[in-house]
């Protein structure tokens, strides 16, 4: 029963390859993110979705592109992968408040281990 | 953007302690998180507290907004305590669109 689930949890590719990243969440969240944690355990949010529409786009480069086919899934896209893409990347959700503006706790997924060589 | 510092960087308790770890944040927030990173690398969330007292078991936290401060109280520590624990607040203090932006964590050791 996994809450937020990444697949896959390792992906080890070699410079230049296309690969994918897929996130899905059971707990009823309309908000979905991707963040980066790098080798210093830095993390960072890339990209952000409420109801399938993208809210928040940080300074990413283009080469990463998200997708959220519906409110339960959020995937990530990454083209001609370079050895600094290495690191671990976590999706997580949350939920708007009913009322206002205002995004309540984030729960995370396991995390997708990537290294680029 | 928002800045938030953790104190200290690193702690090393023997099982059994209390601990208290800090987070400062440069501006006003309407979302601050904690979470615990284990050993295997899971994120899991501990406490949603933007403002008060919250507690859960041996957890506890508090964060002042007024003085730009929160603090994660561990007491009785266990080795299954260990890891990085981060704090987190939203980039936005006049809104809360659930853009974390973390602190650089502190990286806890409880031994036997």
């Known amino acids: 029963d996994t809450a937020v689930s990444q697949t896959p949890k390792y992906l080890v590719t070699q410079m230049g390859n296309d690969k994918s990243i897929k996130c899905e969440q059971n707990l009823g969240h309309d908000t979905m993110y991707w963040y980066k944690q790098d080798s210093k355990k830095f993390l960072k949010i890339m990209f952000s979705?409420?109801?399938?529409?993208?809210?928040i786009n940080e300074t990413v480069p283009n080469r990463f592109s998200p997708k959220s086919p519906d409110k339960a899934h959020l995937n990530l896209h990454i083209n001609s992968l370079e050895l600094g893409d290495s690191a671990v990347y976590f999706c997580?959700?949350?939920?708007?408040?009913?009322?206002?503006?205002?995004?309540?706790?984030?729960?995370f997924g396991p995390g997708t281990r990537l290294l680029v060589l | 953007g928002i800045q938030v510092e953790q104190s200290p960087p690193d702690l090393i308790l023997q099982e059994g302690a209390n601990s208290t770890l800090r987070c400062n944040f440069s501006?006003?927030?309407?979302?601050l998180q904690w979470f615990h990173q284990n050993p295997w690398g899971q994120l899991i969330n501990l406490f949603y507290i933007p403002s008060g007292t919250k507690q859960n078991g041996r957890l506890s936290a508090t964060t002042v907004a007024t003085e730009r401060y929160s603090l994660l109280y561990i007491s009785s520590s266990q080795t299954t305590d260990s890891g990085v624990y981060f704090c987190a607040v939203d980039d936005d203090g006049s809104s809360n669109t659930g853009k974390l932006i973390f602190g650089q964590g502190t990286t806890l050791q409880v031994k036997p």
């Open positions: 997580a959700s949350s939920r708007s408040s009913q009322f206002l503006w205002i995004q309540e706790t984030q729960y």
């Open positions: 979705y409420n109801n399938k529409e993208l809210i």
């Open positions: 501006d006003s927030v309407n979302n």
